[in-house]
């Protein structure tokens, strides 16, 4: 099992455990999933390969790991076989495991994942005619708590560590078939082009699986890079986007060190109704954000930003309110588009979604505004994989299981 050590985590007042990136299993191996392959080089190097041994096992490795999705240094046949053994021996490629797999009636796909340790999260695979997105987990929970989203009322168990992070995206790919088939020597790298796959179905990445990734900045980041490294995953960061509630300190980091594409979870465009359902306005107020957003790194007209909007009936979704969202972005001169998301209902929930012709007054206005405002359609509802309804079935069995215990009381009482 991992060494857990508590380390604080920023904007948060209780330290809370988080898994150190680099730490070996209980078997003494270290995974070598989400390590940058310089480090796996040392790695390497410490173990007891001469340097440029181990700069070119590391080089292979890399190769092996991210271009062919190799889970076994068995099938890596241009490393020697004595060699293959003692990389065996000393280091494993791991993958979160699969607890539970749902597919949707359109096509969704959502995942309920086990880390080495035991800690649940979620994945969702969204097919679209011209994309697929993959919606990837930050962290086991979430620290903040937005009154709309079910992550939300899960305590945060810990970060995902990069190797976590990165797992989700390679074992999508296993899921999806999207390793390059055919030949397996790759010795010959003029060979490439006859193993790489085309038309792949997983095309984009969304950060807004459970957790808030600028919580776990160096972690995300980390994994973003092999990600779109081209001799890692190669996917580019013009295909990624990161979801914030509104951290506003990482934000400008978020662009210089990682320069996806940014989303932030705007919900509101007054104090009063942003604090009670994004509370972290409280301390990162909205001024704050949008004057962060208008610095964003990156950010263009050709490059918008993605203000999410999800609409709670009475609460956010007026026409006065449509217009000030208008005014704000004007006023900041954001490069923005809206992203208007139906409410999704969860068990307990204490908001309703807004009526379609609300809906569509609300978009009306933003776009007569001159800003693109199209409603997201709920993907996976009936697999419960739609937006702000991850939560792990451990913990929705455990609130059944409360709930069943209070009513029992009840009786008991009566
Ligand atoms: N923590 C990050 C990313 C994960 S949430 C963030 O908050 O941005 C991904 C998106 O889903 C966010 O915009 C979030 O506000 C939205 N969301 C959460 N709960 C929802 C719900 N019940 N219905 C619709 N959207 C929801
Ligand atoms: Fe966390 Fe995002 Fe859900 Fe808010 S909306 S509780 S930040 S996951």
Known sequence: MPDT?????????DPVPTSRPITPRADGR??????????????????????????????????WLYHRGATEFAAMTDISKAMRPWLEERFVIGRPEVVEAQHSTDGTRKWLLKTADGHEFEMVFIPDADRGTLCVSSQVGCTLNCTFCHTGTMRLVRNLTPGEIVGQVMLARDTLGEWPKGKMDVSDDADENEYRADGRLLTNIVMMGMGEPLYNFDNVRDALR????GEG????????????????????RCGEEIGVNLAVSLHAVSKEVRDEIVPI??????????????????????????????????????????????????????????????????P???????????????????????????VRTPRGRDIDAACGQL????????????????????????
């Open 226 to 229: 092999l990600v779109m490294d």
């Open 348 to 374: 307990g929930s204490v908001y309703e979604c807004s009526t379609p012709e609300r809906i569509r007054s609300f978009s009306n206005i933003v776009f007569e505004g001159g800003i693109s405002a199209p």
């Open 30 to 63: 270290i995974d070598v999933l989400g390590i940058p392959r310089e480090a796996i080089r040392d790695l390497f190097a410490e173990a007891g390969l001469d340097a440029k041994q181990a700069k070119l096992r590391a080089k292979q490795v890399y190769h």
């Open 5 to 13: 050590a508590a380390m604080p985590i920023p904007g948060q007042i």
């Open 233 to 252: 995953l190669a996917l580019s960061k013009r295909r990624i986007t990161l979801s914030t509630s509104g951290v506003v300190p990482a934000m400008a």
């Open 281 to 346: 306005n409280r301390k990162y107020g909205l001024e704050e954000l949008l004057k962060a957003c208008a610095d964003y790194p990156g950010a263009s007209n050709a490059r918008r930003i993605t203000f999410e909007y999800v609409m709670l009936k009475d609460k956010n979704d007026s026409d006065e309110d449509a217009h000030e969202l208008v005014r704000l972005l004007r006023e900041y001169d954001l490069p923005a588009k809206v992203n208007l998301i139906p409410f999704n209902p969860w």
């Open 391 to 414: 939560k792990t079935a451990a913990e929705k069995k455990s609130r059944a299981q409360m709930d069943r215990e209070a009513a029992e009381a009840e009786a008991t009482a009566a």
